[in-house]
């Protein structure tokens, strides 16, 4: 298994990406600590996980509170005996779509200020025991706003392309400690806008366009190079392997799983 005997922490657990990480960790050996703020939606996502056999714990925790985080992780790894893998899945809905003209600056920072600071929120806690323990790795999650150009996707772009500059900076940073950094951007995905916050976001977007949200996903696909969209188990599968140590020369990269919306 790919991720026997290792202790991963999912922030954003309940959430779909989380949820699926969650399912896919725990079949590959991890035991799992689900944090969030949605007791029932971290529970929902703790019992799929359980039925790949695999401990899993849920714990109510605002991924903006460093305190908060901080005792979490603390208490995580005193309990477990280490925290090896680290995940930030956490999202926020916001506005996508308008042009600059009619983007307030509070609506076009929302984005921008809350992914940073729930990933260097995260991402400074987890990194205490892992520099202590010389091993680890944090996942981040961007999208492919970070490469992406046109109208309405100002707020997006600033908030993945800084998500992934700090994923490559802190890359550097914790190299010599032994901790990887790796940075996933999948596109949208067909399979979450039923559980996630992206099916309002985006549900706002198809409409301003006059388009029903699946003709707009639809649009989407098309504009990929292999013709459809990534699914949320895909998006699992390649975190699990980027936290094994099959990945272990791996650090400082963007992981590409947009389809081909995006080739680079």
Not at 33 to 54: D, I, K, N, V, W
Not at 86 to 98: R, T
Not at 109 to 131: E, G, W
Not at 180 to 193: E, I, T
Request: aromatic residues 4%.
């Amino acid at each position: 298994m790919l991720l026997e005997n290792k202790v991963a922490v999912i922030h954003g657990g309940g959430g779909s990406i989380g949820a699926a990480a969650a399912r896919v960790f725990a079949r590959e050996g991890a035991r799992v600590f689900l944090a969030g703020r949605s007791l029932p939606r971290l529970e929902s996502a703790a019992e799929g996980a359980r039925r790949q056999g695999a401990e899993v714990s849920v714990d109510v925790v605002d991924a903006m509170d460093q305190e908060a985080v901080d005792r979490h992780i603390d208490d995580v790894a005193a309990t477990a005996g280490s925290v090896d893998i680290a995940l930030n899945a956490v999202g926020f809905d916001h506005v996508q779509g308008l042009a600059i003209t009619d983007t307030a600056v509070d609506d076009f920072l929302f984005p921008v200020a809350r992914y940073l600071q729930t990933n260097f929120i995260t991402a400074k806690a987890a990194s205490r025991h892992m520099i202590a323990q010389r091993s680890g790795v944090l996942l981040t999650i961007s999208t492919p706003g970070a490469r992406l150009s046109g109208r309405g996707l100002i707020g997006n772009a600033a908030q993945s392309a800084g998500l992934e500059g700090f994923s490559r900076a802190l890359a550097g940073e914790l190299g010599p400690d032994g901790v990887r950094v790796v940075c996933v951007r999948p596109h949208a995905m067909s399979d979450a806008v039923a559980t996630s916050y992206t099916g309002r976001m985006f549900g706002r977007v198809a409409e301003a366009g006059g388009l029903p949200l699946s003709d707009w996903l639809d649009g989407l696909a098309g504009a990929t190079a292999l013709g459809r969209l990534p699914v949320l188990d895909e998006v699992a599968e390649y975190l699990a392997f980027a936290a094994s140590d099959r990945a272990r020369s791996m650090t400082g990269v963007i992981a590409n799983l947009t389809a081909g919306a995006i080739v680079d």
